[in-house]
């Protein structure tokens, strides 16, 4: 089983419609969560960052399951210029706090 | 916010040559630097974990000969691909994190396209 799953979509959705990933996670121990964009033949950049409470910014909400061990992302309003690869980021356990990642989820809004 | 300079964007070499990608924090200390690869439609894939003044950690499977990486100071590491092969074509980016960080994001380089011919 992989650390870090995520459905590699493509998720294909009008402009202006609300859509969700989600990513599991195997390690229970994993410390910190982030998603990633991605845009193509670019360096991911952080999106935002994953709190046990639930966060939001604007029109992103991610929110975490410790329970089930995933993590999700929430996209309201979708915009032409979220088209991207989104990309669920989870620190393992130990000294390094080496970031893993999963595969990616791919959207594609369109008008 | 905290920037990671890395150079080369981009690189055409021949097979069996050398070629050196170098990662800058420009506005901050990287006690460490990760280095990864990622194949068209890939995940990133973690290659090695390079530590200020330390010898790098290889993840399994990443020849530490054939991927020579060099943490000599708290701003700059370097990664080496020694006798690269058309197989070795791939995009190759570095991440940090500020010193003393835990819990916030990474800061990427903007990455390497390295083709093999």
């Known amino acids: 089983r992989k650390e870090v799953e995520q459905d590699p979509g493509p998720f294909n959705v009008p402009e202006g419609a609300t859509v969700a990933f989600n990513c599991t996670y195997s390690?229970?121990?994993?410390?910190?969560f982030f998603w990633y964009r991605q845009d193509c033949r670019k360096e991911p950049k952080l999106l935002m960052s994953?709190?046990?409470s639930g966060n939001e910014d604007g029109r992103f909400t991610a929110q975490l399951n410790r329970a089930s061990q995933y993590i999700s992302l929430l996209i309201r309003d979708s915009k032409l210029s979220d088209s991207a690869t989104y990309l669920c980021?989870?620190?393992?356990?130990?000294?390094?706090?080496?970031?893993?990642f999963g595969r990616g989820t791919s959207l594609i809004v369109h008008p | 916010g905290a920037v990671v300079s890395q150079h080369p964007s981009w690189v055409i070499c021949k097979s069996g040559t050398s070629v050196k990608i170098e990662c800058r924090s420009l506005?901050?200390?990287?006690?460490?630097m990760f280095w990864y690869r990622q194949f068209p439609k890939q995940s990133l894939m973690l290659m090695a974990t390079?530590?200020?003044?330390?010898?790098?950690?290889?993840e399994q499977g990443v020849e530490k000969d054939k991927f020579l990486i060099n943490h000599a100071s708290l701003t700059l590491s370097t990664l080496t691909v020694t006798s690269a092969h058309p197989e070795d074509s791939s995009f190759y980016i570095c991440?940090?994190?500020?010193?003393?960080?835990?819990?916030?994001?990474?800061?990427f380089g903007s990455g390497t396209r390295l083709t093999v011919v």
């Open positions: 390079s530590n200020e003044g330390s010898k790098a950690t290889y």
């Open positions: 994953v709190y046990s």
């Open positions: 390690n229970s121990a994993s410390q910190s």
């Open positions: 991440s940090a994190r500020e010193l003393g960080g835990a819990d916030y994001g990474y800061t």
């Open positions: 980021v989870v620190i393992l356990p130990g000294g390094s706090y080496i970031p893993t």
């Open positions: 506005d901050f200390q990287a006690t460490t």
